[in-house]
């Protein structure tokens, strides 16, 4: 699969990159913007996310349905979603349809006009689904975890905010943080498929007409405020949901590629070490994995497990002797070019996908300004070896820096 790779920045700001694969004939277009729940003051917690649900309750020129049918009428599929650090607006469809995808996704992004009474009706969307997340207990069991990884920070608070702010929000606010973090300095947006970067260019042109006017503010977290411990809470539930882990480097740190094999070796499929070892072997997990989230000045690195109540604390003292053997043990060399196989096989053919690969390209763009070509990234896990792995885990691995949110059964 042949890709030829460009990159326009218009006079207001605006980044445009796309990639065009001439062996497909349908194309993925993401609006990308530096606006997230770690960006808003405590007053607008969850504001990004709910604004990123009210633009499509309509336009100047477009109805809720309109902006629904707009793509859908010809086989396309038009989302959203809202992290800690940016809100992506995408759109999947046949690439005769670029013109309809670039004239609905400008349109919510810069005419939306916040009725009242759909804004109303949203709160209680929004509020049912942030209800929701209260009654799963693995979302309780990291909202915990975050909120004491990074403590006086919007980065520990959940993406979509708290009861009292959601309530709060009206037109006026929405419109204004509309204009403060959705100026086109603060904009990507991308394109891979079969697509003629020139002409892309030339429709957003005609479009994307809103002043760079503000942009986001960006507190780094005071790494000095963490400390290691654990956190119990009780709910109505039959089974213990655990966190364990510590926060770590960021986005941009050279050893995120480090990180990644770290992560698959521990948790990379139903071959990892923590699968076979905790759950197959002592059946003491009936869920096992472990993660990494990397932002702009920090991350995260934890396992997290659910088991039966009884077997909680075995399951935590085999999850620590498999932390600790990366310590003690270099990995061998047939185990790392396995879990290394997988792992780069998993991003080649992920790209095979031009959703996956616009997902891939807007994220790059958002954090580094520029793309890494899939090449160079292969080249950067190849590089990985046992030495490096086992010097990594020697660094995160220590129980005293860890802090443990666990949710357990409440006593009846």
Request: charge should be negative.
């Amino acid at each position: 699969m042949t890709s030829l790779r460009k990159q326009t920045i218009l006079s207001n700001g605006l980044t445009i990159v796309t990639e065009t694969v001439d062996t497909v004939r349908s194309v993925a277009l993401g609006f990308w913007v530096r606006a997230g729940s770690r960006y808003e003051p405590a007053k607008l917690s969850g504001i990004s996310h709910f604004l990123e649900h009210t633009v499509f309750k309509g336009t100047e020129s477009r109805s809720t349905f309109d902006i629904a049918s707009s793509l859908e009428n010809v086989g396309g599929h038009l989302n959203a979603f809202t992290t800690k650090e940016y809100t992506c607006y995408h759109a999947r469809f046949l690439s005769e349809y670029l013109e309809d995808a670039v004239d609905v996704l400008s349109d919510i992004l810069l005419h939306p006009i916040f009725p009242e009474p759909d804004i109303e009706r949203e709160k209680s969307v929004v509020l049912d689904e942030l209800r929701d997340s209260k009654d799963v207990p693995e979302e309780m069991a990291f909202d915990t975890f975050e909120k004491f990884l990074f403590p006086d920070s919007s980065l520990g608070k959940p993406v979509l905010g708290d009861e009292e702010t959601i309530n709060g929000f009206n037109p006026e606010k929405l419109s204004e943080y509309l204009d403060q973090y959705y100026g086109p300095g603060n904009t990507i947006i991308v394109a891979a498929g079969y697509v003629d970067h020139d002409e892309l260019v030339k429709m957003i042109s005609a479009r994307y007409d809103r002043q760079n006017n503000g942009d986001n503010q960006f507190v780094p977290t005071d790494q000095t405020l963490y400390q290691p411990g654990k956190e119990v809470r009780t709910k109505d539930i039959q089974q213990s949901h655990l966190v364990v882990g510590l926060p770590i480097f960021s986005v941009f740190d050279e050893r995120r590629y480090d990180v990644a094999v770290l992560n698959s070796i521990l948790s990379g499929g139903m071959s990892s070490r923590l699968f076979q070892n905790i759950r197959e072997a002592h059946g003491v997990a009936y869920q096992i994995f472990s993660f990494v989230s990397l932002y702009r000045d920090t991350g995260s690195f934890g396992v997290y497990l659910a088991t039966d109540p009884a077997k909680r604390d075995q399951a935590v003292e085999l999850t620590m002797a498999e932390l600790a053997k990366m310590v003690d043990e270099p990995v061998s060399e047939t185990e790392l070019e396995r879990v290394k196989a997988q792992y780069k096989s998993g991003i080649v053919m992920g790209d095979e996908s031009m959703e996956r690969r616009m997902l891939r390209l807007g994220r790059q763009q958002i954090y580094y300004g520029e793309n890494i070509s899939l090449d160079v990234f292969l080249k950067k896990i190849e590089a990985i070896d046992s030495h490096r792995i086992q010097v990594l885990a020697r660094e995160l691995f220590n129980p005293k820096t860890f802090f443990t949110s666990i949710l357990e059964p409440a006593i009846s």
